[in-house]
């Protein structure tokens, strides 16, 4: 961190180049830009970058990220910032942690892959693939769980560019078996214990579902 | 049909899908609502908020959208109506 606080340029410098690679350079362009930010006071030249960005959509591919769009104060441009940095960080971890399982190292999945997780579930593909991984998870059929997390993580590669070395072997799928039916659960903090209560309930007759009939 | 499948079979009627979230999370159950607690269970349904576990037995729960295959099949087989 440096001590003079960066100019309005340069951070819309670092800005613009996160927005046209971000996926291979989020992290760094982001902790700096939240690195400027906290450097910054609520001044003219602030507010007249901030108005910039709020006229700028982010579109990551689904990503649940708030857009920029509409942002009204730096607090809501940082936030967002902060959410793609532990997102990515998240993910990052993510396959490190399956990586060192597939190596028989134990492998902690920290809060921030939690949110990774949740987070990257809006993603299309990447979305497909976990809750492939978690259906086969759930299954706890060992074919179908390895078929499934090959499948998942061939998605995952090409959906997200960073994982790439982490996700391709066979190998890597067997030990992510291994892996998967407590982690997922970890990884999405949910406790193994179901609970009975459900918000926003839909009941269908299970034997005439077909038909559509709810209640 | 021995006695075990008939009765599972004229149960069909009472087992209910329940899919909505637990704390912003997507959850399933399949519940075998008792006969006489399912009017209490349809307007608990409507309300917005259910404890399953009041209205019947719960026969299989899990987290996510869907119930996986296996789940779904074993349901229907045995309590299909017959």
């Keep these: 961190m440096t001590d ?14 996160h927005l046209k690679d971000p996926l291979a350079t989020t992290i760094s362009q982001s902790e700096k830009l939240l690195e400027a930010f906290a450097r910054l006071e609520e001044n ?28 009204k104060n730096l607090q809501d441009v940082k936030d967002v910032l902060q959410s793609v940095v532990n997102a990515e960080k998240g993910m990052q971890g993510l396959f490190e942690a399956a990586e060192k399982t597939a190596n028989g190292q134990t492998a902690e999945i920290t809060p921030d892959m939690s949110a990774a997780t949740l987070q ?6 990447l979305g497909t693939a976990l809750r492939a991984v978690h259906t086969a998870a759930t299954t706890q059929n ?8 090959l499948v998942s993580a061939e998605a995952a590669r090409t959906s997200f560019s960073g994982v790439q070395r982490a996700v391709v072997s066979a190998e890597l799928g067997q030990k992510l078996n291994e892996l998967i039916p407590e982690a997922m659960e970890e990884m999405r903090g949910l406790s193994k214990t179901i609970p009975t209560e459900v918000q926003n309930p839909v009941a269908t007759p299970a034997i005439e579902q077909q038909q559509g009939k709810s209640l | 049909m021995g006695f075990t499948a ?10 209910y899908q329940v899919k909505g979230e637990y704390q912003g999370n997507a959850v399933w159950h399949y519940v075998l609502v008792d006969a006489r607690k399912l009017p209490l269970f349809n307007h608990s349904i409507r309300s917005g ?3 399953v576990a009041k209205y019947g037995t719960v026969l299989y729960s899990g987290w996510g959208d869907e119930p996986p295959e296996n789940i779904v099949k074993t349901i229907h087989e045995q309590y299909k109506k017959s």
Excluded: C
């Design chain 1, 120 to 125: 990257f579930e809006t993603n299309a593909m």
């Design chain 1, 142 to 149: 060992p074919d179908h769980a390895l078929d499934e997390i």
């Design chain 1, 44 to 71: 003219e030249k602030t507010a007249k970058f901030v108005a910039m960005l709020s006229k700028i959509k982010v579109d990551r591919d689904g990503f649940k990220y708030k857009p920029f769009h509409g942002s």
């Design chain 2, 49 to 51: 908020s259910v404890d």
């Design chain 2, 6 to 15: 008939k009765l599972s079979g004229s149960l069909g009627n009472l087992v």
């Design chain 1, 4 to 17: 003079t606080p960066p100019k309005t340029s340069e951070l819309a410098a670092i800005y613009k180049t």
